[in-house]
């Protein structure tokens, strides 16, 4: 079946959204964020893209950009193309990391602007990672309160103050925009029950208090990678949700 034409945006920005290969984490550790936001720091001066907005979730990636000469297909595949020879080398692994091409949406009208862009930054908030769009250390929300060159905040500033800005992600946005399917990024609690014991050899909460504290590190970090959400974790585990946090951000 031939692919469907990629709708062209007039203002030239777009909503796009990356997913990994078969549902699989992209991120595995601290090191893969940061790479992949100094790729973007790279094809960004390389390509002359404006980006408003980022989100770096564990299994697929969310950015606002708006093309100013080379065309979107060519600034995602820079992007793809680098990072992925820097993990394949890393993991000692061969193939496609993304799966299929890239999905994308024209964003055409401020308002909509506006609404891609606080949809993004309350990614986290809604997958249940953090409770407010700031606690979440791998999107742009907070670089638009300091001095960055990864991200343009000037064109959104043009529309709305900085104040306007910090209110408008208190309030949960309601509109649906670009993402993966919601069957792909919630698993059930029988399921994580049952990937609880798989991979902590634990049949109860108190087994795993009986672990030493570098094993449940580990354990909570393998549950994390199996696509357990961090309120699932801490429900199995009976870990405070907090802690849960600290071993997964690293606080």
Known sequence: ??????KKSESGIYH?????INKQMIFQDDE?????????????KKSGFSLYAYCLMDNHIHLLIRENGEGISTIMKRIGCKFVYWYNMKYERVGHLFQDR????PVESDEYFLTVLRYIHQNPVKANLVKECG??????YKLYFIDSILIDKDYT?????????RDMHKKQETS??????????????NKAQLLFESISGCKSKEEIQEQTKQDRKQIIIQLRKAGLSIRQISQVSGLARGRVERIIYKK
């Open 135 to 140: 606690e979440y250390p791998y999107s742009s």
């Open 157 to 165: 500033l043009s529309m709305i103050s900085l104040n306007q800005y």
């Open 16 to 20: 796009i959204m990356i997913r990994g």
């Open 102 to 105: 890239f999905r994308s949406e």
């Open 176 to 189: 649906v925009c670009l993402d993966i399917e919601e069957s792909d990024t919630k698993m059930n609690d």
């Open 1 to 6: 079946m031939a692919r469907m034409a990629r």
């Open 32 to 44: 893969d964020y940061k790479t992949f936001l100094g790729v973007l720091k790279e094809c960004k």
